[in-house]
């Protein structure tokens, strides 16, 4: 791989119950941080019932963190197009990567909780068909196109864009993908990235991510497009990281239950399962089963090696948002991320901080030497005033 990406991929999961005003700044404070600390991406999530994941509007959720932030990049992670107008979509996002100056991505799928479609009438076998229709429809329309097209919910007529995207020729679009072939499948047919969003919480997780990047590869030399570029792949992962795999262990009682209790008990979402019983099953789970590092920086620099050998390598790591840890806790544990583990997949910075050890092992090499020479110095000023003074006397 040449250099990864980090970033987060924030649903978010709070536990239903608590503060939603204060969880949700809680949450810009997050991505602020991440800028802060030099993490490439922050992609924010679409949901609308089951109490747990509460940003409505990934684009709102957007501007805000734009406004609080210098460099990291934004995406939708992801925009349900199936539930929307394509071309207020389209829209909003040309109007968002101006307003971000080109920090803006659009990352789309079908919609993952059914308790969200069902309230305006779609089942999840309508939001993959019309997801595929959408997407059709938004990639026109950022291209330029005049577009006129009825689909199941919406009727078009010569649709076409005002604004042109800010950046050149377009923001970058990444399609997401769990279990079923539907992501894939997108990905390679209009030319876009790839958002793994579950493939490491199936039980076979990294057979499905090698499964995911070969129907990009297949669908993409169907269409007649250039062999898809692994730097677009985005892989989204579990971690908790502390100096020691014991404070790690203990950060994570504060909210792990909460977590695999949403996708056991809460959400209809079959493709995200997980076991545990307990804090500790739950702990052994991810970490056992290979789907995620609770633990040390150590821990932290394996799991993302695992996958990228069995991926066959990809281009950005993004960590699942998921608060098992106090927000001090958590902070850290991202902190941990970016000083010892995102350096040894980015080749430049690795150099960087290999330098720094090596100046170290140079200065402790002539430490000896250097000490005696400052000694010296010391002793000779010393005897130089006690000589201007006598002379004075």
Excluded at 7 to 34: C, S
Excluded at 68 to 87: D, E, F, W
Excluded at 125 to 134: F, G, I, P, Q
Aim: proline residues 5%; charged residues 20%.
């Amino acid at each position: 791989m040449s250099r990864l990406r980090f970033g987060t991929f924030l649903a978010p999961f709070h536990p239903a119950g608590e503060n939603p005003t204060l969880a949700l700044q809680r949450d810009l404070r997050l991505v602020e941080h991440l800028d802060d600390l030099g993490y490439d991406e922050a992609w924010i999530g679409e949901h609308h019932s089951a109490g747990s994941e509460i940003i409505a509007s990934p684009e709102i959720f957007m501007a805000a963190a734009a406004e609080r932030t210098k460099r990291i990049k934004l995406g939708t992670g992801v925009t349900s197009v199936s539930y929307h107008n394509p071309l207020w979509v389209a829209d909003r996002m040309v109007l968002l990567d101006h307003l971000t100056r080109g920090r803006t991505m659009l990352g789309v799928g079908p919609g993952s909780l059914p308790t969200d479609s069902a309230m305006i009438g779609l089942n999840p076998t309508d939001t993959r068909e019309l997801l595929e229709v959408n997407l059709d429809i938004i990639t026109r329309l950022l291209a330029g196109e005049v577009v006129t097209e009825k689909t199941r919910t919406h009727n078009l007529v010569e649709a076409r864009l005002q604004l042109r995207p800010y950046s050149e020729p377009c923001f970058e679009i990444a399609v997401a993908a769990v279990a079923s072939p539907t992501g894939p499948r997108l990905a390679g047919r209009f030319g876009a990235g790839l958002l793994s969003i579950g493939a490491t919480l199936t039980q076979d997780g990294f057979d499905a991510l090698a499964h995911h990047w070969g129907v990009v590869e297949e669908r993409a030399a169907h269409f007649g497009r250039p062999p898809p570029d692994r730097a677009s792949w985005r892989l989204v992962g579990l971690m908790h990281i502390a100096e020691t795999r014991e404070q790690a262990y203990r950060d994570v009682e504060h909210g792990i239950v909460p977590w695999f209790e949403y996708f056991q008990k809460v959400a209809a979402f079959p493709q995200m399962a997980v076991e545990g019983r307990n804090v500790r099953e739950m702990i052994d789970y991810i970490n056992a089963a290979g789907i995620g590092a609770i633990g040390t920086p150590d821990d932290a620099r394996g799991q993302v090696q695992r996958l990228a050998d069995q991926s066959g390598g990809f281009g950005a790591m993004l960590l699942l948002a998921h608060e098992w840890a106090n927000p001090e806790a958590t902070r850290r544990s991202y902190e941990l991320v970016a000083q010892h583990v995102m350096p040894h997949f980015q080749g430049p910075v690795l150099t960087h901080a290999q330098s720094t050890s090596e100046a170290k092992a140079r200065a402790s090499e002539t430490r000896e030497g250097h000490a005696q020479t400052q000694l010296d110095a010391v002793a000779h000023m010393t005897e130089k005033y006690a000589q201007e003074l006598k002379a004075k006397e």
